[in-house]
């Protein structure tokens, strides 16, 4: 199957939360082209953006798992190609 190149942004607003977001982050790691954090300290929230090179069925089941732990978003948006 092709792969498509994808980001997929997550806002996490339960700190408690982390953990379990970075052990999944972990299990695709062979799909993950890089990630950058941002702690917004004002909100008491943190913005993540995950590159991922990956089929959409993996990506979409990715982002699915994400949104599903409490107190975090993910939303995707894929590439043209």
């Given at each position: 199957?092709?792969?498509?190149?994808a980001?997929?942004?997550?806002?996490?607003?339960?700190?408690?939360?982390?953990?379990?977001?970075?052990?999944?982050?972990?299990?695709?790691?062979?799909?993950?082209?890089?990630?950058?954090?941002?702690?917004?300290?004002?909100?008491?929230?943190?913005?993540?953006?995950?590159?991922?090179?990956?089929?959409?069925?993996?990506?979409?089941?990715?982002?699915?798992?994400?949104?599903?732990?409490?107190?975090?978003?993910?939303?995707?948006?894929?590439?043209?190609?």
């Open positions: 199957m092709d792969t498509r190149p980001v997929i942004a997550i806002i996490v607003d339960d700190n408690d939360s982390v953990t379990e977001l970075n052990e999944l982050l972990h299990e695709y790691a062979d799909h993950i082209i890089g990630r950058m954090g941002i702690p917004y300290r004002q909100k008491g929230i943190s913005i993540i953006s995950v590159a991922v090179d990956a089929t959409q069925d993996v990506t979409s089941a990715l982002a699915g798992k994400i949104g599903r732990i409490k107190g975090v978003t993910a939303k995707t948006v894929y590439s043209q190609i």
